[in-house]
C-alpha cells in the first residue's frame, strides 16, 4: 500500500517557514486486507494521508494535526499564568473602590479581610512555575512512546476546552475592570465589586480544571510500566510540579469564597439597597404562507434584574437606580415544513426526508454571578436605569452589552429532497436559520423601544415590591410573533 504524508497548512505563528515536501512510504498489505503504518512528522500543521491499494483502484485519505508538545504545553502555562494576573487586577480593583467609599466599621472590617486574598494571589509566580514544570514533564513523558497518544489526546482536549472558557472568562474581568473604573456612584461601584468576588470564584473554580488535567495525567503514569528509562526522573519533576500547583489553587477559593462572603454583604448593606429579582419570558414566533404556516420557533429566557440605589437618597424626590439584567436563553424549540409548504409543486410525488434542531439551551443559576455567566452562548446582560418615583418604577432597558452568540443560536436542517421535477435526482440540502435575541425578545414584550417601562412599586414596611407581566402580539401578513414578560422586583431581594 502507497501512502503519500501531505503538509496542507500551519497551525500557528511557530509553524512558518517553506511547506514540507509530500513524503510517500509504503507498507505491506496483509491477506487480512489490514495495513499499518508508524510515521511521526518533524513540522507542526494539519497534514493529510492518502492511501493507494496495490492495485491501484482503491484509495482513502484521512486529515490530521500534528502538535508540537513541548510548544503547547508552554502555551498553556501561558494561559493558566494570565488567568491568575487578570484574578489578581480583579482584587486590586476590589480594594481600590472600597478604599474610596467613606470611612464606616464595615469599610475597615472589609481592607482587614482583603490583604489575605492579596497574599495569597502574590504566590501565583511559583504556582505557574509549577504548573509549567508538571506539563512539560507529562508532555514529555507520553510523547515518548505511540502508547502515550490516546492520554495526550484526551487530555489536550480537556485542555483546549479549558484554555477556550479562558479567554472568555479573561475578557469579562477586564472589561468588568473597565466598567468599574468608570463608575463615579458609590452604588455604581458597589455592584462591580459584588460581582467581581463571583467572577474570582469562577476564575478559581476554572483553574481548578486545570488541577484536574495534572491529576489525570498523574494517574495514568501509575498505569505505564516497561515504558523508557528516562520515565522515572521525569515523572518525579512533574510530580513536584503539580504539588505546587495544587497547594496553590487547594487555599485559594476558600480564602476568596471567605473574604467575598463577609466583604460584599457588610458593604453593599451599609451604603446601599437594591431591587433584585426573577425575569422570565417566552417568544413564539410564526411564519405563514398562503395561510399555511411553514416555520415556528420559540424562545425561553430566565434571568435576574437588580437595581440599586444610595440608603440616604430623599424619598420624597424622584430616586435614581442604576444596574443590570443578565440571565440566560434556556430553551429554543423550531418547527417547520418549509420545503412542502414552499416547494410544493417541485416535490409533488417525491421524497423529503430530514429534519431540523434547535440549539441547546443553557439552564440559568444565580450562583454564578452576573459577568461569569456570559461565557454560556445563550447568555445576555443588559444595563438597565431606573427612576423610582410616586409608587412607580420607570425603567429604560438599554442596548444589551452581550446577547446570544448569532452563530450557536441557529436552526439547523438536512434535508434529502428529490422529485419527477428534478429528474429523480436525490439531493442533499442543509441551511441555518437565526432566532431572535433576548434584547428582542424583551423590547417587544415592553415596547421598551418606545420608552421607559413602568412597574408598580408597593411598599408593606418590610417589603417593597414591583412587579409587573407584559404580553404583547405583533402580526404582520406572513409572520406572527407573540412575546410574554414578567419582572418581579424586591427590596429586600425575592
Same mark, same amino acid.
Given at each position: 500500500?502507497?501512502?503519500?504524508?501531505?503538509?496542507?497548512?500551519?497551525?500557528?505563528?511557530?509553524?512558518?517557514?517553506?511547506?514540507?515536501?509530500?513524503?510517500?512510504?509504503?507498507?505491506?498489505?496483509?491477506?487480512? %486486507?489490514?495495513?499499518?503504518?508508524?510515521?511521526?512528522?518533524?513540522?507542526?500543521?494539519?497534514?493529510?494521508?492518502?492511501?493507494?491499494?496495490?492495485?491501484?483502484?482503491?484509495?482513502?485519505?484521512?486529515?490530521?494535526?500534528?502538535?508540537?508538545?513541548?510548544?503547547?504545553?508552554?502555551?498553556?502555562?501561558?494561559?493558566?499564568?494570565?488567568?491568575?494576573?487578570?484574578?489578581?487586577?480583579?482584587?486590586?480593583?476590589?480594594?481600590?473602590?472600597?478604599?474610596?467609599?467613606?470611612?464606616?466599621?464595615?469599610?475597615?472590617?472589609?481592607?482587614?479581610?482583603?490583604?489575605?486574598?492579596?497574599?495569597?494571589?502574590?504566590?501565583?509566580?511559583?504556582?505557574?512555575?509549577?504548573?509549567?514544570?508538571?506539563?512539560?514533564?507529562?508532555?514529555?513523558?507520553?510523547?515518548?512512546?505511540?502508547?502515550?497518544?490516546?492520554?495526550?489526546?484526551?487530555?489536550?482536549?480537556?485542555?483546549?476546552?479549558?484554555?477556550?472558557?479562558?479567554?472568555?472568562?479573561?475578557?469579562?474581568?477586564?472589561?468588568?475592570?473597565?466598567?468599574?473604573?468608570?463608575?463615579?456612584?458609590?452604588?455604581?461601584?458597589?455592584?462591580?465589586?459584588?460581582?467581581?468576588?463571583?467572577?474570582?470564584?469562577?476564575?478559581?473554580?476554572?483553574?481548578?480544571?486545570?488541577?484536574?488535567?495534572?491529576?489525570?495525567?498523574?494517574?495514568?503514569?501509575?498505569?505505564?510500566?516497561?515504558?523508557?528509562?528516562?520515565?522515572?526522573?521525569?515523572?518525579?519533576?512533574?510530580?513536584?510540579?503539580?504539588?505546587?500547583?495544587?497547594?496553590?489553587?487547594?487555599?485559594?477559593?476558600?480564602?476568596?469564597?471567605?473574604?467575598?462572603?463577609?466583604?460584599?454583604?457588610?458593604?453593599?448593606?451599609?451604603?446601599?439597597?437594591?431591587?433584585?429579582?426573577?425575569?422570565?419570558?417566552?417568544?413564539?414566533?410564526?411564519?405563514?404562507?398562503?395561510?399555511?404556516?411553514?416555520?415556528?420557533?420559540?424562545?425561553?429566557?430566565? @434571568?435576574?434584574?437588580?437595581?440599586?440605589?444610595?440608603?440616604?437618597?430623599?424619598?420624597?424626590?424622584?430616586?435614581?437606580?442604576?444596574?443590570?439584567?443578565?440571565?440566560?436563553?434556556?430553551?429554543?424549540?423550531?418547527?417547520?415544513?418549509?420545503?412542502?409548504?414552499?416547494?410544493?409543486?417541485?416535490?409533488?410525488?417525491?421524497?423529503?426526508?430530514?429534519?431540523?434542531?434547535?440549539?441547546?439551551?443553557?439552564?440559568?443559576?444565580?450562583?454564578?454571578?452576573?459577568?461569569?455567566?456570559?461565557?454560556?452562548?445563550?447568555?445576555?446582560?443588559?444595563?438597565?436605569?431606573?427612576?423610582?418615583?410616586?409608587?412607580?418604577?420607570?425603567?429604560?432597558?438599554?442596548?444589551?452589552?452581550?446577547?446570544?452568540?448569532?452563530?450557536?443560536?441557529?436552526?439547523? @436542517?438536512?434535508?434529502?429532497?428529490?422529485?419527477?421535477?428534478?429528474?429523480?435526482?436525490?439531493?442533499?440540502?442543509?441551511?441555518?436559520?437565526?432566532?431572535?435575541?433576548?434584547?428582542?425578545?424583551?423590547?417587544?414584550?415592553?415596547?421598551?423601544?418606545? %420608552?421607559?417601562?413602568?412597574?408598580?412599586?408597593?411598599?408593606?414596611?418590610?417589603?417593597?415590591?414591583?412587579?409587573?407581566?407584559?404580553?404583547?402580539?405583533?402580526?404582520?401578513?406572513?409572520?406572527?410573533?407573540?412575546?410574554?414578560?414578567?419582572?418581579?422586583?424586591?427590596?429586600?431581594?425575592?
Amino acid at each position: 500500500v502507497t501512502i503519500s504524508i501531505i503538509w496542507l497548512r500551519a497551525l500557528g505563528p511557530q509553524s512558518g517557514g517553506p511547506a514540507p515536501a509530500p513524503r510517500q512510504l509504503t507498507t505491506p498489505y496483509r491477506p487480512d %486486507g489490514t495495513f499499518s503504518l508508524t510515521d511521526v512528522p518533524k513540522r507542526e500543521g494539519r497534514y493529510r494521508a492518502l492511501a493507494i491499494s496495490p492495485d491501484g483502484t482503491g484509495r482513502d485519505s484521512i486529515e490530521f494535526s500534528v502538535t508540537d508538545g513541548g510548544a503547547y504545553a508552554a502555551s498553556v502555562s501561558e494561559v493558566v499564568k494570565a488567568d491568575l494576573d487578570v484574578a489578581s487586577d480583579e482584587v486590586d480593583e476590589i480594594i481600590r473602590n472600597i478604599e474610596a467609599e467613606p470611612d464606616s466599621p464595615a469599610k475597615r472590617d472589609a481592607m482587614q479581610q482583603l490583604p489575605e486574598l492579596k497574599a495569597a494571589l502574590a504566590g501565583r509566580g511559583a504556582a505557574v512555575q509549577g504548573f509549567h514544570d508538571a506539563i512539560i514533564n507529562y508532555v514529555a513523558i507520553f510523547s515518548s512512546d505511540p502508547r502515550g497518544a490516546p492520554t495526550l489526546t484526551s487530555a489536550y482536549s480537556q485542555l483546549g476546552t479549558l484554555n477556550r472558557q479562558s479567554f472568555i472568562l479573561q475578557g469579562e474581568i477586564n472589561q468588568a475592570l473597565r466598567d468599574s473604573r468608570k463608575a463615579n456612584l458609590i452604588c455604581d461601584k458597589l455592584i462591580p465589586i459584588e460581582e467581581g468576588f463571583k467572577l474570582l470564584n469562577t476564575m478559581f473554580t476554572l483553574m481548578s480544571g486545570y488541577k484536574a488535567v495534572l491529576g489525570f495525567f498523574g494517574n495514568t503514569t501509575l498505569k505505564m510500566q516497561g515504558w523508557k528509562s528516562s520515565l522515572p526522573e521525569l515523572s518525579t519533576k512533574a510530580k513536584a510540579g503539580a504539588f505546587a500547583y495544587e497547594k496553590f489553587m487547594g487555599a485559594l477559593p476558600g480564602i476568596a469564597a471567605k473574604v467575598s462572603g463577609r466583604i460584599t454583604v457588610a458593604v453593599f448593606d451599609h451604603y446601599c439597597q437594591k431591587f433584585e429579582g426573577p425575569v422570565n419570558g417566552s417568544m413564539l414566533v410564526q411564519y405563514f404562507s398562503q395561510g399555511e404556516q411553514w416555520w415556528q420557533y420559540t424562545i425561553n429566557i430566565e @434571568g435576574v434584574m437588580t437595581l440599586a440605589y444610595r440608603k440616604d437618597s430623599d424619598p420624597s424626590q424622584p430616586v435614581a437606580l442604576k444596574g443590570h439584567l443578565y440571565g440566560t436563553g434556556t430553551k429554543f424549540t423550531v418547527k417547520e415544513r418549509a420545503l412542502e409548504v414552499l416547494q410544493r409543486k417541485l416535490l409533488q410525488g417525491g421524497i423529503v426526508a430530514g429534519r431540523t434542531t434547535a440549539p441547546l439551551g443553557v439552564p440559568f443559576t444565580r450562583l454564578a454571578g452576573a459577568m461569569a455567566l456570559q461565557a454560556a452562548p445563550t447568555a445576555f446582560f443588559i444595563p438597565v436605569e431606573a427612576v423610582m418615583q410616586n409608587g412607580k418604577l420607570k425603567v429604560t432597558i438599554n442596548a444589551a452589552r452581550l446577547d446570544f452568540n448569532s452563530t450557536y443560536t441557529m436552526a439547523r @436542517g438536512g434535508y434529502v429532497v428529490g422529485g419527477p421535477l428534478s429528474m429523480n435526482v436525490v439531493y442533499f440540502t442543509t441551511f441555518e436559520v437565526p432566532f431572535d435575541n433576548a434584547h428582542g425578545l424583551i423590547e417587544k414584550a415592553t415596547n421598551s423601544d418606545l %420608552g421607559p417601562v413602568e412597574i408598580p412599586n408597593t411598599d408593606d414596611k418590610k417589603q417593597m415590591t414591583a412587579e409587573k407581566s407584559f404580553t404583547e402580539t405583533r402580526s404582520k401578513v406572513k409572520a406572527k410573533g407573540v412575546y410574554d414578560l414578567s419582572i418581579k422586583l424586591c427590596n429586600p431581594g425575592c
